[in-house]
């Protein structure tokens, strides 16, 4: 659940940022009242499971990317509204809830890279390496929630919400045009491996200069005293 320990402040720049927010609070005013955040969490992971299986069964018919849209919409709905329910009741559980959501939110995104590289539309080795890039950012993410108090959900304008939302329109643009392949010099690759490349060059950049960045800062804070 997205339920940060409360000295952490949320840090969410996305681009969408303006307006779900708002959205997930109109959910949470109108959700029953059996229905607990940990519910949302497995209903989330409910929606993770559909898409790795959809993106696999594309094999038999490219008509399964609608489920997996379908499951990533499943999966942002409980992804994100579990712990703007806990606070809208204000029944959050600050460790239990930051530990049980990322925890699934890790194993998760190895679902899904590992369903996208098994369909037929991305090589199974760049959607590795984007899978590689997701958790190498998010332990920088976690890390520097610990040194920083500072946990950040967006990067570059971008959140796990609009990686979802691009996955979708790739879906639907693969559905309708097909699984058009471009030579290169270095091979044949998909849109779909195109859509991951960017999305690969983005995370280990991020990665990267983040890295280096707060090394630096770091280094800055805590210099020893010359002698």
Do not use: C
């Given at each position: 659940?997205?339920?940060?320990e409360?000295?952490?402040?949320?840090?969410?720049?996305?681009?969408?940022?303006?307006?779900?927010?708002?959205?997930?609070?109109?959910?949470?005013k109108?959700?029953?009242?059996?229905?607990?955040?940990?519910?949302?969490?497995?209903?989330?992971?409910?929606?993770?499971?559909l898409?790795?299986?959809?993106?696999?069964?594309?094999?038999?018919?490219?008509?399964?990317?609608?489920?997996?849209?379908?499951g990533?919409?499943?999966?942002?709905?409980?992804?994100?509204l579990?712990?703007?329910?806990?606070?809208?009741?204000?029944?959050?559980?600050?460790?239990?809830?930051?530990?049980?959501?990322?925890?699934?939110?890790?194993?998760?995104?190895?679902?899904?890279?590992?369903?996208?590289?098994?369909?037929?539309?991305?090589?199974?080795?760049?959607?590795?390496?984007?899978l590689?890039?997701?958790?190498l950012?998010?332990?920088?993410?976690?890390?520097?929630?610990?040194?920083?108090?500072?946990?950040?959900?967006?990067?570059?304008?971008?959140?796990?919400?609009?990686?979802?939302?691009?996955?979708?329109?790739?879906n639907?643009?693969?559905?309708?045009?097909?699984?058009?392949?471009?030579?290169?010099?270095?091979?044949?690759?998909?849109?779909?491996?195109?859509?991951?490349i960017?999305?690969?060059?983005?995370?280990?950049?991020?990665?990267?200069?983040?890295?280096?960045?707060?090394?630096?800062?770091?280094a800055?804070?805590?210099?020893?005293?010359?002698?």
């Amino acid at each position: 659940m997205n339920q940060e320990e409360q000295q952490h402040t949320r840090v969410n720049r996305a681009l969408l940022s303006r307006f779900e927010p708002k959205v997930l609070a109109w959910l949470a005013k109108r959700t029953p009242a059996w229905v607990t955040p940990d519910h949302l969490t497995g209903l989330g992971f409910f929606g993770t499971l559909l898409i790795g299986a959809s993106y696999i069964l594309t094999n038999q018919s490219p008509a399964f990317l609608w489920f997996a849209s379908l499951g990533l919409v499943i999966n942002w709905f409980g992804d994100s509204l579990d712990g703007t329910l806990a606070r809208f009741r204000k029944i959050e559980r600050p460790r239990y809830g930051f530990f049980v959501d990322h925890t699934v939110d890790a194993f998760g995104e190895v679902i899904i890279m590992i369903g996208i590289g098994l369909s037929p539309y991305v090589n199974f080795d760049i959607a590795l390496i984007a899978l590689i890039g997701y958790l190498l950012l998010g332990t920088l993410v976690y890390i520097l929630t610990y040194i920083r108090n500072e946990f950040r959900i967006s990067y570059a304008g971008l959140s796990p919400t609009e990686v979802r939302l691009i996955l979708i329109l790739t879906n639907v643009l693969v559905f309708f045009i097909g699984d058009v392949k471009v030579r290169t010099i270095l091979g044949t690759y998909s849109i779909y491996d195109f859509v991951l490349i960017a999305l690969i060059v983005l995370l280990f950049s991020i990665y990267i200069v983040m890295t280096y960045t707060n090394a630096v800062q770091l280094a800055k804070e805590e210099a020893l005293p010359k002698k």
